[in-house]
């Protein structure tokens, strides 16, 4: 029940396009879906987060949607650049409370020039 | 404001050897956790340290140890070492109990290969 499940492994894109990560969850506690991007020779670093009160969230390029009958949620990365290529992280965590944050396994995104 | 460090960046050790990581937190941050990255399973929580005492703790052998200073430093150690054990060993600091309301700022991570 603590497991996130993301999809997929790796992506390619052309520069321009629409690429899309996919997460699910099992555990209804979680109200707090961070995403994290991590760049070769770095750590991850928090890029957008979402509570399930809102069903969508935009920054940017960047778009979390939520849907919270189907316990899943997504990453959109619109007019997509060879600067976004990285390896992205979903992630889920109860807000008000010390728990661990759980992450999906990661994507590795490749956007082609 | 610095980041988070860690050191060494690289290390190569071989089976049945023992290893200590360290992290320096964000100046004023209280909390410590460490990761496993790894291909195959993505981000792995190890421990969490909050004011010199371990908080949560993942799934992980007992041969995963750590701890923190007075001064927020913290020393993640492996001991009897592994080939499985080769990853890449994240450290993230935050202000408060890492969780939803304190945002964890990840260190570049130290490189560990076991032969």
């Known amino acids: 029940q603590q497991q996130v499940k993301q999809s997929p492994q790796s992506l390619i894109v052309q520069k321009g396009g629409i690429s899309i990560i996919n997460c699910a969850y099992e555990n209804t506690a979680f109200d707090y879906f961070p995403w994290y991007q991590q760049f070769p020779g770095k750590g991850p670093a928090l890029l957008i987060a979402i509570r399930p009160d809102v069903s969508e969230k935009k920054e940017g390029r960047f778009t979390i949607s939520f849907n919270k009958s189907a316990k899943q949620f997504s990453l959109h990365i619109m007019d997509s650049q060879p600067g976004d290529s990285a390896t992205y992280f979903c992630?889920?965590?109860?807000?008000?409370?010390?728990?661990?944050?759980?992450f999906g396994k990661g994507t590795r995104l490749h956007i082609l020039p | 404001k610095a980041g988070v460090t860690q050191t060494p960046r690289y290390l190569i050790k071989t089976r049945g050897q023992q290893v200590t990581l360290s992290c320096s937190p964000i100046?004023?941050?209280?909390?410590v956790s460490w990761y496993q990255q790894t291909p195959g399973q993505g981000l792995q929580f190890l421990f969490e340290y909050f004011s010199e005492t371990q908080r949560n703790k993942g799934n992980f052998p007992g041969r995963f140890s750590g701890r923190q200073f007075s001064n927020s430093r913290s020393e993640m150690n492996v001991s009897t070492l592994e080939l499985g054990d080769s990853a890449l060993y994240l450290c993230?600091?935050?202000?408060?109990?890492?969780?939803?309301?304190?945002?964890?700022?990840f260190g570049p991570g130290t490189r560990l290969t076991v032969l």
């Open positions: 100046s004023g941050h209280r909390s």
């Open positions: 993230a600091s935050s202000l408060a109990r890492a969780g939803a309301n304190n945002e964890q700022f």
């Open positions: 992630a889920a965590a109860r807000l008000n409370r010390d728990d661990k944050i759980i």
